[in-house]
């Protein structure tokens, strides 16, 4: 899940994980020194209560409440449908607002861990990992880590295909994001930072991110 801008002699380029733009590369990840695990999250509320996740069938979705509460807190849990936008970036050398950065899935599991299988090439690497925390009411922060490759038909093949692919650098892909009431849709902002192999940023792309539950009845027309 991964695209940003490049840069090479003031021009970002390659590097930014992006979905079909040509300019944009792959990266993108979160850091976070507060992840803690999923045992200890509370809710923002200071109340101290554990949070448990359930799920609603009536509902097709996830809600998490609070223990021994009848305050309703939907979960992140489970399985969704991204989009990374740009939006407050200084155009040129950033992107302006409304450029599509990434698509994809993204699977926020109950432990704590996040995977995205991004809407780029394989061969620039479209999978990556993240971990996540709840830090508010329904209000999740999200720490992943991409490693960002540039396709390169000139390099050996390392795999299965023809060609291969040149190592960028890591990547930190930040969200905070809010679920809403019905647990069905998330909303909420990002920021990409793309490193070359000397951990030198290559590009900071901040914006918008959007995403819909795939719940069992979810078609690929949704």
Same mark, same amino acid.
């Given at each position: 899940m991964n695209a940003m801008f490049r840069t090479a002699n003031a021009t970002l380029g390659a590097?930014?994980?992006?979905? +079909?733009l040509a300019s944009y590369a792959s990266a993108g990840c979160s850091f976070s020194d507060a992840m803690r695990a999923h045992a200890?999250?509370?809710?923002?509320? +200071?109340s101290g209560a554990l949070l448990s996740t359930v799920y609603s069938p009536e509902s097709d979705g996830f809600r998490s409440a609070y223990v021994n509460s009848a305050s309703y807190n939907p979960s992140i849990v489970g399985m969704w449908k991204f989009a990374l936008t740009a939006k407050g970036n200084v155009s040129p050398p950033g992107p302006p607002d409304g450029v599509p950065i990434d698509a994809g899935y993204a699977t926020w599991h109950s432990d704590g861990t996040e995977l995205i299988n991004s809407g780029r090439a394989p061969t620039t690497g479209d999978f990556c990992m993240g971990v996540w925390q709840q830090v508010g009411f329904a209000t999740y922060k999200l720490n992943h880590f991409p490693l960002a490759w540039e396709y390169n038909p000139e390099t050996p093949a390392t795999g299965p295909g023809t060609g291969g692919a040149d190592f960028v650098g890591p990547a930190n892909l930040r969200e905070v994001v809010t679920v809403d009431h019905a647990g069905m849709s998330y909303h909420g902002t990002f920021e990409l930072v793309q490193y070359d192999q000397d951990k030198n940023v290559l590009a900071d792309i901040v914006g918008i991110v959007t995403a819909t539950r795939i719940t069992v009845n979810s078609r690929i027309t949704d």
């Open positions: 590097v930014v994980m992006t979905m +079909g200890s999250w509370l809710p923002g509320d +200071g």
